[in-house]
């Protein structure tokens, strides 16, 4: 029997018939569709969702295979580029980041690349973490304003760029940390679990340490994402790297398994309050479906150096995107202009780009 | 060892992995069928497209559009009364992906049960009740 008719290409074609079946049957009769007064046509209704389908796919190919939610891609490009409300935005943008780390769920979890146990681990200090940020949220702007939130993005970006640094001089220690002691606690947690390391063609089995200091740095990313209402995987991925000792590869797995769970939470109050219009947020859904899940076969066969540069290009971009908000905030700068962004985003993945074809011919 | 050993993965990784990897398949050909039953039948909808797109390019705010589209919003489990509806049925697949996580959690947490490891059968059971509550709107 062809591949193509196995797990997952059997359910992937299945979905793509479905999906190019319904569009076909929505241009056709998008055509002969009366446009009232006031609304709009049948036909640009249609080119608006095939759109955001083909946007979607593409964001969820690049945000599993570097661990992030897809959101911090989503988020900026939407609201630069089309009129539609923020909390329109913002809600949909987290059907972005969690639905490519659901589907990815599946592949991970049997090949073993993610580890269950880690995840949940990580998803209850999180979640504590989220509630507690969004009170802190709340009294922040009450009581310190818009400067005590320039402050903080301010101090993150800062520690991001440490991050993002070291993960540049870091090398073979950060794709495969070496764990030298390991301590009580995380030994009685019994999280290792050796796997399959395709891209290298053998098992792994990766001790892990300092396990009470990643629950702790998990409260603190929770905290801030409640707070912020920002995606966390930037932060995940190299919590667990450099605290825990978890591979990249493994973290970045981690990552988008963790963010799939904690978003099950984030989502529902913008569901229960109607931000997320169904329609207008369904192709988002499918093409982070279908994006994330060819996007996870790729993380399982891609080499560990290759994670890290598009890690790194993330960090960077988002480190830009802390700093210049921080200082807007505390009114040391304007507005930074959406083509400044544009540029920034550009010339960091170019180099990114540039690293990876390069370490793709050095390690052959 | 070597490579043809692979090693087997625990019972509660696989059920997680697989009850969260076979619903979020369901949810997204719900989500592809759903516009499609929308513009079929553009009436048969509690927000017609065609004055809801425009609203959302036009930048309203949501409850702006349930309001002026919708006649209200009907809240966030509408699709339970308009299944047969074309965002009924879209939400019913956005619904049920967001909630996946539950599922996956209830089943894994017994299975660790089973494997012997009661503390993340308790912690499985807490990420789920968080989901739970967001689901019923209490937080």
Redesign the interface.
């Known amino acids: 029997m062809s591949k193509m008719f196995k797990s997952p290409w059997l ?1 992937c074609n ?2 793509l018939a ?2 190019i079946i ?1 569009f076909i ?2 241009y056709l ?2 055509q002969g ?1 009366e ?2 007064p ?5 036909l ?3 080119g ?2 095939a759109g955001f389908f083909f946007l979607s796919f593409g964001i969820a190919l690049v945000a599993v295979i570097g661990g992030i939610g897809g959101g911090v891609l989503f988020t900026p490009f939407m609201l630069a580029f ?4 923020s ?2 935005v913002r ?1 949909t943008g987290l ?1 972005v980041a ?2 490519s780390g ?2 990815s ?6 090949g ?1 690349l993610a ?3 880690i995840c ?2 990580c ?2 200090a999180y ?1 504590v973490g989220a ?1 507690t940020g969004a009170q802190g949220a709340i009294y922040v702007a009450k009581h310190l304003g818009a400067t005590g939130e320039g402050v903080v993005r301010i101090s993150l970006g800062v520690i991001l760029f440490s991050l993002a640094v070291y993960f540049i001089v870091g090398g073979k220690k950060i794709e495969w940390p070496e764990v030298k002691k390991i301590d009580g606690f995380t030994k009685k ?2 999280m290792t ?4 390391e395709a891209s290298l ?3 792994i ?1 990766y001790p892990l340490t300092r396990a009470g200091g990643v629950l702790a740095a998990i409260i603190g990313v929770g905290m801030l994402s409640g707070f912020f209402g920002l995606g966390a995987g930037w932060a995940i991925v190299p919590a667990q790297n450099l605290i825990m000792c978890v591979p990249l590869k493994v973290a970045a797995a981690n990552s988008g398994v963790l963010l ?2 904690g978003d ?6 913008y ?13 988002w ?2 093409g982070q ?2 994006g994330g899940l060819l996007g996870a076969l790729i993380l399982i066969k891609v080499k560990a150096g290759f994670v890290r540069y598009l890690l790194i290009g993330f960090m960077f971009f988002a480190c830009f995107g802390l700093l210049t908000k921080g200082l807007t905030m505390l009114g040391v700068i304007g507005t930074v202009p959406l083509w400044i962004n544009g540029v920034v985003f550009v010339t960091i993945f170019a180099v990114v780009i540039v690293s990876i074809v390069r370490y793709m011919k050095a390690e052959g | ?1 070597s ?1 043809e ?3 087997k ?2 019972a ?3 059920v ?3 009850i ?3 619903v ?2 369901v ?3 719900i ?6 039953i ?3 039948n ?1 009436e048969n ?1 509690i ?8 609203g ?8 702006t ?2 309001q002026e589209v919708g006649g209200g ?1 009907p ?3 509408f699709y339970l009364a308009n299944f047969g509806m ?3 049925f ?2 019913a ?3 049920l ?6 599922y ?2 209830i089943a ?1 947490s017994f299975c660790f049960l089973k494997e012997g ?1 009661p ?2 059968f308790v ?2 059971l ?2 789920a009740l ?2 739970s509550v ?2 019923i ?1 209490i ?1």
Not at chain 2, 56 to 63: M, R
């Open positions: 359910e299945i979905m479905v999906l319904s049957g929505m009769i998008g569709l446009t009232p006031g609304g709009m046509s049948g640009t209704i249609v608006w969702l089309t009129s539609v409300d909390l329109i809600a059907i969690m639905f659901l589907i769920t599946g592949p991970f979890m049997r073993g580890n269950l146990k949940v681990f998803a209850a979640g509630f947690l019994k679990q050796p796997y399959y063609g053998k098992v089995d799939g769970m099950c939470i984030a989502v529902w109050p569901l229960l309050m109607g931000a997320i219009i169904p329609v207008f947020a369904a192709p859904l499918v479906v279908l | 060892m490579v050993e692979r090693p993965m625990p509660s990784q696989l997680y992995g697989e969260v990897y076979w979020t398949v949810a997204a050909i989500c592809s069928i759903g516009p499609f929308s513009i079929k553009v909808n927000l017609n497209p065609h004055f809801l797109f425009a959302i390019f036009e930048g309203k705010s949501p409850e559009i349930w919003f809240g966030g489990h074309g965002d009924g879209t939400q697949g956005l619904a992906g967001c909630s996946v996580g539950l996956g959690l894994a490891n503390l993340f912690l499985s807490w990420v968080l989901i967001s689901m709107g937080v």
